[in-house]
T-cell receptor, first 108, second 116 residues
Framework: AQRVTQPEKLLSVFKGAPVELKCNYS??????LFWYVQYSRQRLQLLLR??SRESIKGFTADLNKGETSFHLKKPFAQEEDSAMYYC??????????FGSGTRLQVQP | KAGVTQTPRYLIKTRGQQVTLSCSPI?????VSWYQQTPGQGLQFLFE???????NKGNFPGRFSGRQFSNSRSEMNVSTLELGDSALYLC???????????????FGQGTRLTVV
């Protein structure tokens, strides 16, 4: 069965420090992976998707099929990056399977 | 353009009652998905509708049902409410099912249901 694991519930870093939010997945098919973000009192929104290999707000994520990982990275964290981050896997059954989420706190 | 709209935003119901939640997708979007978000279980997929047909269903009991109208608006119904149904219910719309061909799912702000 498909599964998305985000091992950290909370990640706290100082402004300007590098950030890595971990995501591992389990899926027998060809994965399509996404990162969603939810800022305080805002709706869940797409941050980036692996297929487009884009960088949004300085964040990047590389799909590593060997390690079944899709970690989200940013070289220098900003206070406005503080939010809840969800890794999601499209299973091909017309549904997204979400990880449990990681709360990122960027301290000044 | 207007985003995904969910009504009502907040709802308090008593055990045993039933409830109907509404979702208006972004204009032109034909796929509507529903998710349940709880602190314990996180975000879990309920079902997805496309062109008025339920195309997929998550692992929820039959008390959870839904439908989609010809204008793509969707409703979700929960009958015989239980305390454990208290959650934030999120609706997401996309042009085609989320994930296919790199399609993005746009989420509403959710309906917070409290069962007492």
């Amino acid at each position: 069965a498909q599964r998305v694991t985000q091992p950290e519930k909370l990640l706290s870093v100082f402004k300007g420090a590098p950030v890595e939010l971990k995501c591992n997945y389990s899926y027998s098919g060809s994965p399509e992976l996404f990162w969603y973000v939810q800022y305080s009192r805002q709706r869940l929104q797409l941050l980036l998707r692996h297929i487009s290999r884009e960088s949004i707000k300085g964040f990047t994520a590389d799909l590593n099929k060997g390690e079944t990982s899709f970690h989200l990275k940013k070289p220098f964290a900003q206070e406005e990056d503080s939010a809840m981050y969800y890794c999601a896997l499209f299973t091909g059954r017309r549904a997204l399977t979400f990880g449990s989420g990681t709360r990122l706190q960027v301290q000044p | 353009k207007a985003g995904v709209t969910q009504t009502p935003r907040y709802l308090i119901k008593t055990r045993g009652q039933q409830v109907t939640l509404s979702c208006s997708p972004i204009s032109g979007h034909r796929s509507v998905s529903w998710y349940q978000q709880t602190p314990g279980q996180g975000l879990q997929f309920l079902f997805e509708y496309f062109s008025e047909t339920q195309r997929n269903k998550g692992n929820f009991p039959g008390r959870f049902s839904g439908r989609q109208f010809s204008n793509s608006r969707s409703e979700m119904n929960v009958s015989t409410l239980e305390l454990g149904d208290s959650a934030l219910y999120l609706c997401a719309s996309s042009l085609i099912p989320p994930g296919t061909d790199n399609t993005e799912a746009f989420f509403g702000q959710g309906t917070r249901l409290t069962v007492v």
